[in-house]
Each structure stands twice: as C-alpha cells, then as structure tokens.
C-alpha cells in the first residue's frame, strides 16, 4: 500500500509540473526580455532556430524577403540581448 501512495504521489508531482505556469521574462535581456530585429529592408523575416555559443553568445538563424525573393539570414546577439556588432554588418548576414 505504501508503494502504491507513493507512486501516485510522483505520478500526481509529474503532472503539475508538467501543466505550470512558465517563468517571467529576464528583463536584463534586451531591457524587457525580448528582442525583435528587422532583416533587410522590405520586412517579412523569421527565425528559424537559435544556437547559443560557448562563449554565450546567441546566433538565430532563418529568412528574410530581401530585393529577388527568400534569403538565408542570421542575426549573432551578445548574452545580453544585444547585436554583436563585430559579427557581419551590424551584428547580421543575409
């Protein structure tokens, strides 16, 4: 009888664990935890994926809609939320 209580009690810890309320952003991210950044000058991009360097700093990759169609895009970030200006032009490479 004890395994059985026990063992509903982690499966019922499992459960709300699984169905809690996320965390609240970092504000030292980016000054509100978020970070939106054009690419290219018509507009249309998004991210595809992000990779987080040894280093931290935060490289997305994806498109934009730049001048004859669809572009391969990425954007490096510095751990703070910040583009990394030392990488492509402004932190950015189409």
């Known amino acids: 009888m ?5 063992l509903a009690t982690l499966i019922l810890l499992q459960v709300a664990s ?33 990779a987080i360097q040894n280093d931290g700093k935060i490289v997305v990759a994806g498109a934009t809609l730049e001048g004859s169609g669809l572009n391969f895009g990425l954007i490096r970030y510095k751990s703070n939320g ?13």
Do not use: E
């Open 82 to 94: 910040i583009p990394d200006n030392t990488f492509g032009k402004k932190g950015q490479l189409t």
């Open 18 to 50: 699984a169905v809690a309320q996320p965390g609240s952003l970092d504000s030292s991210f980016s000054n509100d935890g978020l970070v939106r950044t054009k690419i290219g000058s018509i507009g249309g991009s998004y991210a595809r994926s992000v």
């Open 2 to 6: 004890k395994k059985v209580i026990f």
